[in-house]
Every structure is written in structure tokens, then in C-alpha cells.
């Protein structure tokens, strides 16, 4: 914290990069609202934390440690926050996640190597020269070679790291290429394809069900947001559009009975499905 005041007193930029994990991830606005408030932070980047419980360190096995966020700990965790971003910070505070599933909806590439097609151009040299892969398989199979004994440029056009990179597309289960939101998640990190589809194909994503929640539901207002950009206007005019919509829905709550149809377009009774939520709901307000 003091670190950061000096950066702040000299007015230097800087990003939160906030890990998502078993001891946090059941609060995302009290953890969204330190960062917005507290350290009135603009850019901010959370990281899921996945851990695989072996001895070596590596990625093997498919049990991970007590401190890994679930899937659906972390889906619940960015749709709490991006409900609360969508209706008063766009254009004011930038997750990366968000602007990464923008650039997806506007039709342009993620843009992050976790989202993206293929992947490995993030590799990673250790201090001995050793040349990695990518920073997440910084183990002996994944070596290319040596800083000291091979060339730089051979090592990351070798015929093993564009093997690498395209086995990120060439392996994704069919189940993920059938996904509606594979044109944004594209099976996520390899790092976390270690569980089995609902059909047993292995190398499912570990957070596809919180990634497929997320997704779905920040469908409308992406489709919004991306509209307003290719028009040539502000994504934050989604601010106003949440704020009619949520109004709207308000309207719609105050007239149901209990035994209704919920207005939230479930198909489910309301007592069933948005009234005990709202009735414990906390609210954003400014």
C-alpha cells in the first residue's frame, strides 16, 4: 500500500492484477469495491487461481488444491462484478476480462493468449537461459532449449512450439466447438484442460462452467455495447440502456404475484426463482 501511494503521488499508471481464489471468491464486490474506492484503481485484472495437488510442481493430475477457486465460484464471481461495472463504470474502470469479451463481440480478436485460438507467443526464460514454452509449463517437456547453446529465434519458430500453440485449437473437445461462446473462451488456458466433457472426452477446461456462465450472461449488454461501437458511439451509452431495462424490470417485479412466472424470463414460479434473491440481494448503489 505505501507502494502504491508513491506511485499515486507521481502519477504513475497502475494495474491490479488480484488473484480469485478459495478465501475471496465468495466476495467480489467487497473485493471490487477496495479497488474501486479504496485505491480508486482503473485497471484491474482478475486471475483464477487452479493449482494441481501433486508433488511435482507441474501440470499432471487432475485433483487440485483446497486454496483453487471452483468454476462456478469464479463465473458467479465476474458476473457480480460486471453487473455492478456494467450499470456505473464503463468507460471509468477497464477489467480485463470485460474489454477482452468486448473486443470478441465487436467481431476482433480477444487479444489475451488465455482467449485466443492458438497460443504460444508468452514464453518464458529462466534465469539460467532454459526457454519455456509458456510461463504456465515451465517443465521439462515443454524445454526448447537454451539461451547459451541455441538461437532465439529458432527456438520460438521451432516445429515443437508451433506444435504448442496449435494444439490449443487442434485438441479443443468437440463439445467446446460446438459451444455458443467458443468464439470467445476457445477452451481457455491449456493449463486448466484436465477434466472430461459430460460425453468422457478429456481436456474440458476446468472453469468451462464458470467461463459458459459468465459469457451467457453478459450476452445483451456485449451485444449492446459492441452495436454502439461499430456505430461510432460511446460503449458506456450501456450505463442509460441498464438503467431503462432495470427500471423496467422493476416494474415488472412490483406487479407479480408470487405463484407468477418470474419477469427474469426463467420459466420458473417468481417465489421460485428472483424473489428469495432480491429479497437478500445487496445493492451498488453510488
Known amino acids: 500500500m505505501r507502494g502504491l501511494e508513491v506511485l499515486k503521488r507521481h502519477g504513475v499508471a497502475f494495474n491490479i492484477l ?11 464486490l467487497e473485493v471490487y469495491r477496495f479497488f474501486r474506492d479504496t485505491l480508486k484503481a482503473q485497471f484491474i485484472q482478475f486471475i483464477p487461481i ?18 483453487s477457486v471452483t468454476a462456478r465460484q469464479y463465473g458467479d464471481f465476474l458476473i ?20 477482452v469479451a468486448l473486443a470478441a463481440w465487436a467481431g476482433y480478436s480477444p487479444g489475451l ?30 524445454r526448447l532449449g537454451n539461451l547459451r547453446e541455441d538461437l532465439l529465434v529458432e527456438m520460438a519458430g521451432s516445429a515443437k512450439q ?3 500453440g496449435q494444439d490449443k485449437r487442434d485438441m479443443l473437445p468437440q463439445y467446446c466447438r460446438d459451444c455458443e ?52 458511439r460511446a460503449p458506456a451509452n450501456v450505463m442509460a ?22 419477469p427474469c424470463g ?4 417468481y417465489k421460485q426463482c428472483c424473489l428469495p434473491k432480491r429479497r437478500a440481494a445487496r445493492t451498488d448503489a453510488p
Open 18 to 28: 488480484c488473484t480469485v481464489h478459495a478465501g475471496n471468491a465468495d466476495h467480489p
Open 50 to 67: 487452479v493449482e494441481r495437488d501433486n508433488d511435482t510442481g507441474f501440470q499432471e493430475g487432475d485433483v487440485v488444491t483446497d486454496r
Open 80 to 99: 457480480a462484478i460486471f453487473d455492478a461495472w456494467v450499470r456505473r463504470d464503463v468507460g471509468r474502470v477497464y477489467v480485463q476480462i470485460f474489454d
Open 113 to 142: 493468449c488465455i482467449f485466443e485460438e492458438t497460443c504460444g507467443a508468452a514464453m518464458a526464460m529462466e534465469h539460467n537461459g532454459d526457454l519455456f514454452s509458456c510461463d504456465h509449463f515451465v517443465e521439462p517437456r515443454h
Open 162 to 164: 508451433r506444435k504448442f
Open 181 to 232: 461462446v467458443r468464439f470467445v473462451c476457445n477452451g481457455g488456458c491449456p493449463k486448466n484442460r484436465f477434466i472430461r466433457t459430460p460425453d468422457g472426452e478429456p481436456g474440458l477446461n476446468y472453469l468451462c462452467a464458470g467461463y459458459r456462465a459468465f459469457f451467457n450472461h453478459i450476452d445483451a449488454p456485449m451485444r449492446f455495447m459492441a452495436a454502439e461501437l461499430h456505430a461510432q
Open 241 to 262: 440502456h441498464m438503467l431503462t431495462q432495470d427500471a423496467a424490470l422493476e416494474r415488472a417485479y412490483a406487479a407479480a404475484g408470487r405463484n407468477d412466472p418470474c
Open 266 to 269: 426463467s420459466g420458473r414460479k
